[in-house]
């Protein structure tokens, strides 16, 4: 007769890592449904939005199906397509879960009322605002150690429609703008056009958090005063 089969306990820590694991397989199939059914409101194929972005159908596909994340860049880009915002891909995104006066003068969104979205390399992305505002995003920012917005090519930058503006709560951020590299410490910021080709990684060992509001505006001219100035700020 055969000695039963002797199991060894798992331990906190992988019992931890297993649900940490789950739940971020559920968080990315959330956040991929979520874009699937922005994609399908916008009227638009697979295909064609793909072609759009300049990625493969299937790179699509994996991102709508949960398996891969989105980098920061990839995500903007991805809504930008679509005539959405980054509010919209959090769950709960219309507001669903703020607290409101009773004449409607404010919305107020409690901590852990939205759970934050993951993206590539362990970015996490949470939500500030309590309903969604008409041209406006307001979100927190997490980059992990030595990460960065860009989709898998480091060197990659962004650009979209626009005006940002962020402000490093803890942590070191680099952004790189209009040719110039500043690095931003806790209590400093920064606001620049995000039409002009812009990249914001994390370079040091320790992770860093920022708050940043993009405004969707029409036109934001880089030449425009306002952002020619950032040649003069020092890293």
């Given at each position: 007769?055969?000695?039963?089969?002797?199991?060894?306990?798992?331990?906190?820590?992988?019992?931890?890592?297993?649900?940490?694991?789950?739940?971020?397989?559920?968080?990315?199939?959330?956040?991929?449904?979520?874009?699937?059914?922005?994609?399908?409101?916008?009227?638009?194929?697979?295909?064609?939005?793909?072609?759009?972005?300049?990625?493969?159908?299937?790179?699509?596909?994996?991102?709508?199906?949960?398996?891969?994340?989105?980098?920061?860049?990839?995500?903007?880009?991805?809504?930008?397509?679509?005539?959405?915002?980054?509010?919209?891909?959090?769950?709960?995104?219309?507001?669903?879960?703020?607290?409101?006066?009773?004449?409607?003068?404010?919305?107020?969104?409690?901590?852990?009322?939205?759970?934050?979205?993951?993206?590539?390399?362990?970015?996490?992305?949470?939500?500030?605002?309590?309903?969604?505002?008409?041209?406006?995003?307001?979100?927190?920012?997490?980059?992990?150690?030595?990460?960065?917005?860009?989709?898998?090519?480091?060197?990659?930058?962004?650009?979209?429609?626009?005006?940002e503006s962020g402000v490093v709560i803890s942590g070191e951020l680099t952004v790189e703008v209009h040719g110039d590299t500043v690095t931003l410490r806790a209590g400093d910021s920064i606001t620049y056009s995000s039409e002009t080709p812009h990249r914001v990684s994390n370079r040091s060992p320790?992770?860093?958090?920022?708050?940043?509001?993009?405004?969707?505006?029409?036109?934001?001219?880089?030449?425009?005063?306002?952002?020619?100035?950032?040649?003069?700020?020092?890293?």
């Amino acid at each position: 007769m055969p000695e039963p089969e002797t199991v060894t306990p798992r331990s906190d820590a992988e019992i931890a890592a297993a649900s940490t694991f789950a739940d971020q397989a559920g968080d990315a199939a959330e956040l991929g449904a979520r874009l699937r059914v922005l994609r399908e409101e916008a009227g638009l194929s697979l295909r064609e939005l793909a072609r759009r972005l300049d990625i493969s159908a299937s790179a699509v596909s994996q991102i709508e199906r949960g398996v891969m994340r989105p980098s920061v860049n990839r995500l903007i880009a991805i809504v930008g397509e679509l005539g959405a915002s980054i509010t919209d891909v959090f769950a709960g995104g219309t507001g669903a879960h703020a607290e409101r006066s009773s004449f409607g003068s404010y919305s107020l969104l409690r901590q852990g009322e939205v759970a934050p979205v993951v993206l590539e390399n362990g970015v996490i992305y949470r939500r500030l605002s309590g309903s969604r505002t008409s041209g406006i995003d307001h979100f927190e920012s997490t980059f992990p150690p030595m990460t960065s917005a860009s989709a898998g090519d480091a060197s990659s930058f962004a650009t979209h429609t626009g005006v940002e503006s962020g402000v490093v709560i803890s942590g070191e951020l680099t952004v790189e703008v209009h040719g110039d590299t500043v690095t931003l410490r806790a209590g400093d910021s920064i606001t620049y056009s995000s039409e002009t080709p812009h990249r914001v990684s994390n370079r040091s060992p320790e992770p860093c958090v920022a708050n940043w509001v993009i405004a969707r505006a029409p036109h934001s001219d880089p030449s425009d005063p306002l952002f020619s100035e950032s040649h003069t700020a020092r890293s």
